[in-house]
């Protein structure tokens, strides 16, 4: 079992700035890949950002140039930047991970409970 808890959300006014975290802890294989999503009133989850273990990061179209995954592979986290925050951007955000098993060659995936993240002025 994988634990993901993340960080960092709030309150911030449109143009604003926050950064999520999201730790792992548990029984960690590899962990491939780890990414954000998030999940709006109304609407259903959806990918927002990822890293991969080996560096290759993703985007959705909606938050490309302004928001920024980061992972530390080591301590088994992954960031999230947001910069220029918009009114669209209020959700409950989400860490996910997918965990890969070598002993039993299988991977298994895991969420984090959720932050909320409100822009609003």
């Known amino acids: 079992q994988v634990h993901l808890v993340e960080s960092g959300g709030g309150l911030v006014q449109p143009g604003g700035s926050m950064r999520l975290s999201c730790t792992a802890s548990g029984n960690i294989g590899t962990i491939n890949p780890m990414n954000w999503y998030r999940q709006a009133p109304g609407k259903q989850r959806e990918f927002v950002a990822g890293?991969?273990?080996?560096?290759?990061?993703n985007y959705a179209d909606s938050v490309k140039g302004r928001f920024t995954v980061s992972r530390d592979n080591a301590k088994n986290t992954l960031a999230l930047q947001m910069n220029n925050l918009e009114p669209d951007d209020t959700a409950v955000y989400y860490c996910?991970?997918?965990?890969?098993?070598?002993?039993?060659?299988?991977?298994?995936?895991?969420w984090g409970q959720g932050t909320q993240v409100t822009v609003s002025s």
């Open positions: 996910y991970a997918a965990v890969y098993y070598s002993d039993s060659d299988t991977v298994l995936e895991f």
């Open positions: 890293k991969m273990s080996g560096g290759s990061t």
